[in-house]
C-alpha cells in the first residue's frame, strides 16, 4: 500500500519525547498498511544541546531551542507536545491555530480549562489530536473492555483502581517543576490519576459524582542547580516545599449505579508502575495490572460464591496484540502502546476522525481531577463539570 510522508515535530525531548520519535520510528514496522509514513523534520528543547543531540542520534532534519520554530515551520505537518504540563496550554492551542495535528501529552496543562482551551484550538482549526491516556491502549484492557460491554461479568456493581508508584518516595528526590503548584499543577493527580480517570470512563463509563482526600507526606525537598530530567536526585542544595500532592483518593459514583475507588500515590514505597484496577459485577470480576501487561485475571459464570478465577494471556484477536506479536503469552511493553499511539493518531490525521484517546478525553479526564480538588477544599461529594 502506499504510503505518503508526513513531517512532524517534537517539541520537548526528555524521556517521553525520545519515547514519541521511537514511536514514530516503529509505526509502519508493526502497521505496514499505515497511509502516512512520519518523517522527522524537526526538534525543539530549551536545555542547552538536548536538541541537536536528538537530531544527531534520530535524524530530526532539523533542531532548536525555541518550541516556536518548530509550530512556524511551514514544512512540519503534525507536531508530538511532550513539554512540562504548565506549558501544554501555550505550546496546544499554538499548534492547533497553525493548523498542525497535536499528539500532546496528558493531562493537558493544569486545570479543565486548560484542556478546554486546547480543544477549542484545534476544534476550530478542525485538525485531529491524540493524547497520551496510553494504558487504555493494552489488548488486555481492550478485551477487559469487551468482556464487560458483552455483559459476562453481569452487572458492574463496584470497581477500584489504583495507581501507585515511587518515583518521588526518596526524600532527595529533586525539587523539579513537578512539586510546583505553578507548574506542575495538582502533583499526583495530573500525573498518576489522570489515567485512572481516562480507564474508569473508557471502561465503566461516565463519573456522577465523587468526594476526594489529597495529602502531602513529603513536604520538603532540595532545589537543583541545574537542568533534571526525569526523576533526578540532589542533596546539600537549599531546600522547597514541596506545593502539590504527593498522593489521592476518590469515592466515585459513576452514573451506571455501579461505585468505584481511585487512588494514586507517587510516594508509594515498595511500588513501581502498580497500575491497574479491579472491576466486579453480579456474575463475575475482571482485574489487571499493568506490570503483568499481557494478563487478565478472569472470573465468570454462575456460581456467585466460590467463583474461580483464571489467569488469561491475551494474544491476536485482543485490541493491536497481533500487529506485536505471533502468539499469546509472548510480551508487549509499554513502548509498544505508543507505538499504538502513534498508529491511531496517524491514521485519524489520513481519515479525518478522531481514532483512539483525543483532546476531549483529555477534558473528561481533568474535569475529574478539578471535581477532585473542590471536592477536598469543600470536604463534599462533587459533581465533575465536563
Known sequence: MSSRPLRVGVIG????GRVHTQAYARVRHHFPDLPLTPVLAAVADDVPGRAAEAAEVFGFAGHTTDWRDV???PDVEAVSVTAPNFLHREIGTAVARAGKHLWIEKPVGLTRDDAAAVAEAAAAANVRTAVGFNYRNAPAVDRARELIAAGELGTVTHARFRFFSDYAAHPDGALSWRFERARGGNGVL???????????WFLLGDIGSLVADTAVFVPERARPTGATSGHSRVSGGERGPVENEDYASAQLRLVSGARATLEASRVAVGEQNAYGFEIHGTAGAVTWDFRRMNELVVGRGTAYQDQAMST????????????????????MGYDDLKVIEARNFLQSVHDGRP???TVEDAVRSAAVLDAMVESVESGSWTAPRM
Open 71 to 73: 509550530v512556524t515551520d
Open 190 to 200: 495530573g500525573d498518576l490519576a489522570s489515567h485512572a480517570a481516562d480507564l474508569v
Open 13 to 16: 525531548f526528555g524521556w517521553m
Open 355 to 357: 481514532l483512539g484517546a
Open 312 to 331: 488469561v494471556f491475551v494474544g491476536p484477536g485482543a485490541g493491536d496484540y497481533a500487529a506485536f506479536q505471533p502468539g499469546s503469552a509472548s510480551a
